[in-house]
């Protein structure tokens, strides 16, 4: 296949002028230049497109691609991760990974805790709080665990962010409404064992690859896996592969973490976080529908290299389940239910 990719490169942001902490999602050069070669490795020939205003132009030009490799976090507005799949979508362009409706669910984590408590999967009590008085009445009993509503890679998570103390909510809400100029989801904090689950496919053809636990480093941030222990996580996190076979609550895990995969509508790859509760019980806490692939900092990766698969097939199997969805005739996310 002709692969596009697109993608926003950390680099071009930077050097117009954009803080480390706006561009904490986007991804390096080397990110890029492996999975290019990844692909061309596979037998696919590859463009390289960039960001969304790119792919405008490249559209507006002309160009076509059988696939894109769809990889573009964006940089405005909380349904920034859905510019990309909605363009192609426009197009009848086939890409991978999930279609704008689950793009821009996902990212608010406040909608997907709503969805995911309704379909009766555990996840700890919350609030979504629009402005400072609203962090004044909230029913749920401290200690607390703020951070904004719709960022990725820990962006506002901060060993602030766990509050134990009702009368400090409302001035932990106030810094991070001004900081990131977006509702902030107040949860109960879930003080047991934190997980990362794989998984790979697309509706019933959905499988968990395998779960990794992290452990914080007695050099890392404590309690919480922040913004800065994610950018350190070589030196600050310990990743410590676990097996459903060997631990009643990673096979737990892993149940919940398919059945979030599956009631969302994830495809192709990626990721969901979970933590227990104070009896062990895990919580659904976020989902990743379009997850990191540096093959050495990205959780996805490294869970895929702890259980001996190569990058290289990874990226294989997310391509092969996309092209699935082009051989059932579905371009994208183009609204037609399509059965795996």
């Not at 986007?26 to 960039?50: C, P």
């Not at 990889?71 to 426009?90: F, H, T």
């Not at 019933?204 to 404590?222: D, F, N, W």
């Not at 070589?234 to 609550?249: A, G, N």
């Amino acid at each position: 296949m002709h692969i596009g990719l697109a993608y926003d490169l950390r680099s071009e942001y930077l050097a117009q002028g954009y803080s480390a902490d706006e561009t904490a999602e986007f991804d390096r050069e080397d990110t890029i230049d492996v999975l290019e070669n990844t692909l061309k490795q596979l037998g696919h020939t590859t463009a390289r497109i960039g960001n969304v205003r790119q792919l405008i132009q490249r559209l507006a030009a002309g160009d076509r691609w059988d696939l894109v490799f769809n990889i573009a976090e964006g940089l405005y507005g909380i349904g920034r991760e859905a510019q990309v799949p909605a363009i192609l979508d426009a197009y009848a362009i086939p890409y991978t990974f999930s279609d704008p409706l689950v793009m821009s669910l996902t990212l608010h984590k406040g909608l997907t805790k709503r969805v995911i408590r309704d379909a009766g999967v555990p996840t700890s009590d919350f609030k979504v709080v629009e402005c400072v008085d609203d962090a004044r009445d909230v029913p749920l009993a401290p200690p607390f665990f703020v951070k904004p509503v719709a960022e990725g890679t820990g962006k506002g998570v901060s060993p602030n962010s766990l509050v134990h103390r009702r009368q400090d909510l409302p001035a932990a809400c106030e810094a991070l409404l001004a900081a990131y100029r977006q509702p902030v989801l107040i949860e109960r904090y879930l003080p047991g064992r934190e997980f990362t689950v794989g998984l790979a496919g697309t509706g019933p053809a959905a499988e968990v690859l395998g779960t990794i636990e992290l452990h914080l480093r007695p050099s890392a941030e404590p309690g919480v896996y922040s913004y800065f222990n994610k950018e350190h996580c070589e030196e600050l996190i310990e990743y410590r592969l676990v097996r459903p076979q060997e631990d009643p609550v990673i096979a737990e895990a892993e149940e919940i973490a398919l059945k979030v995969w599956r009631i969302l509508g994830g495809r192709d790859g990626g990721r969901i976080d979970l933590r227990c509760d104070a009896d062990g019980q895990p919580h659904f806490m976020e989902i990743n529908p379009l997850a990191g692939l540096h093959p050495e900092h990205s959780d996805l990766p490294i869970i895929c290299a702890q259980l001996g698969i190569p990058y290289r097939e990874l990226i294989a199997r997310i391509v092969a389940s996309a092209a699935a969805r082009i051989s059932r005739g579905s371009a994208g996310g183009n609204g037609r239910r399509q059965c795996a």
